[in-house]
């Protein structure tokens, strides 16, 4: 195998189109959005990107077929523009990796004539949340702007230490390339699994982009996890020693 390489799978006509990435991340935030997408958009595979920097190992369905672990780009239909929702089960393992593959994305997402490029994920809090904001950092000033007026928030210093992997690379090098590019980030705990995170950052984009999508799957996910975490905090609640616990005796 090659560095990297781009299977073509189809070639669907683009109206305005904008790259939105979703890779497993914090939360898994991006991704459940990237998934929702494809899943009530109707969406269809057009590239599947290859990689020797992806992690050495294949999926396996129900049925027992194993493919590959690639990064893939389906074509979405969002009311009057397109995207290229870009996910996939892994990220790279390495800093090189990062940088071919962000670099494959980009090039697909020019061939494609994309001019703006959002990348998705989570910033981790370190606790619950029970109202997500959603972050961002962007490539220009005029599209921080944009952003603000749908709702993303923009402080100073967040996420510390800057954002990590091809989100971040997706911003730094799509505008290097002249591209309009942004990372939009849902706030998170950072310890499960976070649907809750990405119905706000769904919000987000749905103003932002002027498209509706139904949001009912993605509602009922974050209940069913919004029942974890109670149970949860009712067993820690539940092993919280009492002054009687803490009592010597001797």
Known sequence: MNDVEVEVLAE???????LIEGLPGVGHVGTLVAEHLIEEGDGELVRRIHSEHLPPQ????????????????????LGDRDALVVTGDQQAGSGVGHYRIAEA?????TDLEVEQVLALGG?????????HAVLGAASSETLIETLESSGVEFRENEPEGGIVGISGLLVGLGGRRDLDAACLMGETSGYLVDPKSAQALLGVLQELLEFEI??????????????????????????VPTDDDLRYIG
């Open 214 to 239: 139904d949001l009912s799957d993605l509602e009922e996910r974050a209940d069913e996890m919004e029942d974890v975490v109670d149970r949860m905090q009712e067993i820690e609640n539940q092993n």
């Open 58 to 77: 294949v999926t396996v369905s129900d049925s027992g077929l194993a493919e590959l672990v690639s990064i893939e780009c389906h074509h979405v239909a």
């Open 123 to 131: 910033v981790p809090t370190g606790e619950l949340v029970e109202e």
């Open 105 to 109: 994305v980009l090039d697909v997402a």
């Open 12 to 18: 669907p006509e683009f109206a305005d189109p904008v």
